[in-house]
Every structure is written in C-alpha cells, then in structure tokens.
C-alpha cells in the first residue's frame, strides 16, 4: 500500500502558475505509475495528466496540454504537476493517484490509491 499526500495548491490570478507536490509513502515508489485528476465542483473527476513507472511515458489532457506537465522524482518519492498559464476553469481540487498495473491509465478507476486531494482556485 502507498500514501499519498498532495501540496502545492492555493489561489492564483488566471495566467499565473503553480506546481503541485504529490509525496509517496509506503511501497516502492517507483512500482507505481501516477496520475493527476480534478474535480470542479459539480463535476466529475476527470483525468489531467499520467507519468509511467520510469517517467519515460507522459499523457496530458487536451484541456491542459501545453500549459501543464507532469513529471516524478522517484529518488524523491514525488511526482509534480507544474501549471502554467493557468485559466479560471482550471479551478478544481487536484488529486495524484496511484496505479499498480504497467502503463499509463488514464481513467480514474484504473487508479489503486488516492491523496487527500489539494484546492487550485483560478481568479479572473
């Protein structure tokens, strides 16, 4: 089993940018692929980006392709999400998850563990 534990977010004016921390505990770390998602309020969750287990393998999503990358530290037990160009309908908490199975999933329930989740709050 892994822990995890997101920071990072907080409130920034559209254009800014933020990098989100996700901290891994438990488990090899690197046994994992990670992912991010989003949750607006009255929304689903949806997918924003995935690492694969080495790194070598990245997915955005369209919304934020080009804005956002994903990226790990395995030597660190940490995989970031930095935004830039950020836009008031990025506004959502944001959630790193972990995937036990090779790959790179892309659908929330494909994903094994959670965190807690952190607030992005995009003003206009």
């Known amino acids: 089993q892994v822990h995890l534990v997101e920071s990072g977010g907080g409130l920034v004016q559209a254009g800014g940018s933020l990098r989100l921390s996700c901290a891994a505990s438990g488990r090899t770390f690197n046994n994992y692929a990670m992912g991010w998602f989003r949750q607006a309020p009255g929304k689903e969750r949806e997918f924003v980006a995935a690492?694969?287990?080495?790194?070598?393998?990245?997915y955005h999503a369209v919304s934020v392709k080009g804005r956002f990358t994903i990226s790990r530290d395995n030597a660190k037990n940490t995989v970031y999400l930095q935004m830039n160009s950020l836009k008031p309908e990025d506004t959502a908490v944001y959630y790193c998850?972990?995937?036990?199975?090779?790959?790179?999933?892309?659908?929330?329930?494909?994903?094994?563990?959670w965190g807690q989740g952190t607030q992005v709050t995009v003003s206009s």
């Open positions: 998850a972990a995937d036990e199975d090779p790959g790179v999933a892309g659908t929330a329930h494909e994903y094994d563990y």
């Open positions: 690492i694969s287990r080495s790194g070598g393998i990245r």
